[in-house]
């Protein structure tokens, strides 16, 4: 499994960024099996949730974002999005996709400082910088 995160960038405050990972999958189970999602983390600050998508197009977002930020994928570009709108100063940090086979639905799955653990399978950074 391979990710690979772009479109990070510079953006004033109430902007729009658009993220873009390119996954290749080559195993057993097909990339419309695997659950996706992108991470942040900030100077000084944990690793934290931002958007999660289930094969079945369930969503999972942090609460920080919600109404904001839409996750979605293409599967024949092989490509997950992140579509960050009306940004804002504390949105700023390296942001980073993530893969894995799809067990547990997103409804069942715990505190957002627990979403990590469901992903093995993780991207380089990409970064985003929001100024005021």
């Known amino acids: 499994v391979s990710l690979v995160a772009s479109g990070g960038g510079s953006a004033d405050t109430g902007g729009s960024l658009r993220l873009s990972c390119r996954f290749s999958i080559n195993t057993h189970t097909p990339a419309s099996d695997y659950c996706m999602g992108w991470f942040r983390k900030a100077p000084g600050k944990d690793r934290e949730g931002v958007a999660m998508?289930?094969?079945?197009?369930?969503?999972l977002y942090a609460d920080s974002v919600k109404g904001r930020f839409t996750i979605s994928r293409d599967n024949a570009k092989s490509t997950l999005y992140l579509q960050m709108n009306s940004l804002k100063p504390e949105d700023t940090a390296d942001y980073y996709c993530?893969?894995?086979?799809?067990?547990?639905?997103?409804?069942?799955?715990?505190?957002?400082?627990?979403?990590?653990?469901?992903?093995?399978?993780w991207g380089q950074g990409t970064e985003v910088t929001v100024s005021s």
């Open positions: 993530a893969a894995d086979i799809s067990t547990d639905p997103l409804a069942t799955w715990g505190p957002r400082d627990t979403w990590w653990a469901h992903f093995g399978h």
């Open positions: 998508l289930d094969p079945d197009g369930t969503t």
